[in-house]
């Protein structure tokens, strides 16, 4: 909350209004949805600036045979009043997993939307943003380039560095990537978990790099390998910790220094609910 207020007060937001509605189906273990948020956004410096955002969406969740599944697909737009641009971008995002006794082993995918960085038009935006202020969300816990939420239920912490131009969205965890993922877990007793998981990463952007900026159009992220674990204290209390490492590829590269170090993350939260 902290992180949040203090953003707001750098960006000189006013007043920010949120508007969200959803059509949920559920029978048998299937799940359908559809929705939509529109998020306005006042400057307090000046009166006839805003920005206006929304989203809209579709998900699904269940079970075939004895696989389960999670599906998501959304669109974004809106414009910036302030600097003039006008967004649009979109994200899908496909889980599977299938348990097996003490086992869960599961595939999957997500593509983030990224900008046309030498677009003549530069009033556009074509990087996926999501809602300012989602500092944890679902989405991050399949991981966004070393751990992130994977493993640790803390979206966003363990980006490892990788970072754009700070603006009004926090960008290093939104838009221009895309991966694939193969995870395990183990439950080896009654209160540990085990996970593994080893994913690719690829880059989104066009004529540029969404975290390198050597000005080349690099497409490779590069490889991460992920364990971790999950520790039930109490009934509601549970301890989780990760360690991540990205072998760079060349879409990480930068100007000043070139080839990049692996970088590698290591991500323990306790949290107890009620």
């Not at 269940?62 to 979109?90: A, E, H, L």
Request: proline share 2%.
């Amino acid at each position: 909350l902290h992180r949040l207020i203090r953003r707001q007060r750098q960006m000189c937001i006013r007043d920010r209004d949120v508007y969200y509605g959803f059509l949920d189906y559920k029978k048998k273990g299937f799940g359908f949805g559809l929705y939509g948020l529109y998020q306005f956004s006042d400057y307090r410096n000046d009166d006839d600036d805003d920005i206006d955002m929304w989203w809209v969406g579709v998900y699904s969740d269940g079970k075939v045979g004895p696989v389960n599944y999670n599906f998501d697909f959304v669109y974004d737009g809106g414009s910036n009043d302030q600097t003039d641009v006008d967004y649009s971008g979109w994200l899908v995002r496909a889980v599977v997993t299938y348990p097996y006794e003490k086992f869960k082993f599961g595939l999957g995918g997500m593509y983030v939307s990224g900008d046309d960085v030498d677009d003549a038009d530069d009033d556009d935006m074509e990087e996926f943003k999501g809602p300012v202020g989602s500092e944890s969300t679902q989405i991050l816990t399949d991981s966004v380039i070393v751990v992130g939420g994977w493993g640790s239920s803390a979206g966003g912490i363990g980006n490892a560095g990788f970072q754009k131009t700070p603006s009004y969205w926090s960008k290093n965890d939104w838009g221009g990537f895309w991966g694939v993922r193969l995870f395990a877990e183990y439950k080896a007793l009654d209160w540990l978990t085990l996970m593994g998981q080893v994913a690719y990463w690829g880059d989104t952007t066009e004529d540029g790099d969404t975290f390198g900026d050597d000005a080349d159009d690099d497409d490779d992220i590069g490889w991460e390998f992920d364990v971790g674990a999950r520790i039930n204290i109490y009934k509601n209390l549970v301890l989780r910790t990760a360690f991540g490492y990205l072998i760079a590829g060349d879409a990480t590269d930068t100007a000043a220094a070139g080839s990049i170090d692996d970088p590698y993350a290591w991500v323990t939260t306790i949290m107890y609910t009620f």
